[in-house]
């Protein structure tokens, strides 16, 4: 027991030995280990080895599978997948919309001149539905027969069917829209998971000859261009100085008739209101002649009732003594008025008037 006490003390006394690490690593090291496997795997991946279990299949694509060569129905979606190494081989296939762009097409003409076309685009969208189908019978290049061969038949058979002419001036315009129908209508027979969505060509390059003298007709084409427009503006100028001239005669004319009808009017109103005051000068003359008639009248019956012998002689008096005048003299007039005698000459006339 003493023993064991003394072999105690010493152990806790004396320096302890180093501690053996363990074998299994830590958490940090084995999150770092897997991401440089990630960092390493996934680059590999999206390159398309065969070494991987983990492959990649980007945004707007698809992942087809072959297996000892033969295609697989399996088609993956866009993120992450896994796959058997050496035994399966993946393809990113688009399904978005793209653009092919067909370059340098030579094509001969009907009159044996030839053309060469430096680009056509085609835009185009494998349908997602029909990506094993199209894969199936036609491959991952799918685009090349369909497409590019494609182009370069069709424009060949277009230009040996159509002049320089037609092809370079005339009918360009429609060679977009026939490449796409040809193209589309054979795709929808055979492939019918490729749309044709546009086609664009290029104006094609001609021998420089030609083309000079093509040159030469546009400018002379021009030339008439700048003619006729030059006519039409000069006819466009003189038809409008016609129509300044008729509208300014018209509007005088209006304004003419204005004036006269508002003179006419004026005259109207001045003949209303002379109408007007001689009605009512006739209407005054008329009252007065009608009072001065009926005065007269009554002055006339008033002296009807005057005239009477008395009133009479005393008239006389008054007249004869009004007129009196004396004279003074030697010799005087031998007339001498009887007041009686008037008067009875008076009343005989009177008597004469009532008879």
Known sequence: MNRMDGSRRFSEGAPRAPTRPSDSPSP??????????????????????????????????????????????????????????FLTRVEPIQVTIQTDQVMNIPCGTKGGVMLEFAKIEVVNRLKKNN?????????????????????????????????????YIDKFDQID?????????????????????????????????????????????????????KQKLAEKEAETIKKRAVTDAEKNAKVSEIQMTQRLREK?????????????????????????????????????????PEFLELKFIEAVANNTKMFFGEK?????????????????ENQKQVS
Not at 332 to 347: C, E, K, T
């Open 177 to 229: 829209e026939m490449m796409k129908e040809a193209i589309q209508r054979d795709c929808t027979l055979y492939a019918p998971g490729i749309e044709i969505i546009g086609v664009r060509v290029t104006k094609p390059t001609i021998p420089l000859s030609i083309a000079r003298n093509y040159e030469i007709m546009e400018e002379e084409r021009t030339k008439v261009l700048i003619a006729v427009e």
């Open 131 to 167: 990506v094993y189908e199209t894969i199936l019978n036609f491959g991952v290049q799918y685009d090349k027969t369909w497409i590019y061969d494609k182009i370069h038949h069709e424009i060949n058979q277009f230009c040996s069917c159509h002049t320089l002419q037609e092809v």
């Open 28 to 85: 940090p090291i084995l999150f770092a280990i897997c991401a440089i496997g990630l960092a390493i795997l996934v680059p590999l991946a999206v390159a398309g080895t065969n070494l991987v279990l983990l492959h990649q299949i980007p945004e707007g694509h698809v992942g087809v599978y072959w297996r000892g060569g033969a295609l697989l129905n399996t088609i993956s979606e866009p993120g992450f997948h896994l796959m058997i190494p």
């Open 268 to 308: 109207e109103s001045i003949k209303t209101q002379q109408e007007i005051e001689n009605e009512i000068f006739l209407a005054k003359e008329k009252s007065l002649a009608d009072a001065n008639f009926y005065r007269v009248m009554k002055e006339a019956k008033a002296n009807e009732l005057k005239l009477t």
């Open 332 to 348: 005087l007039p031998n007339m001498v008025l009887d007041q009686r005698l008037l008067g009875n000459y008076f009343g005989s």
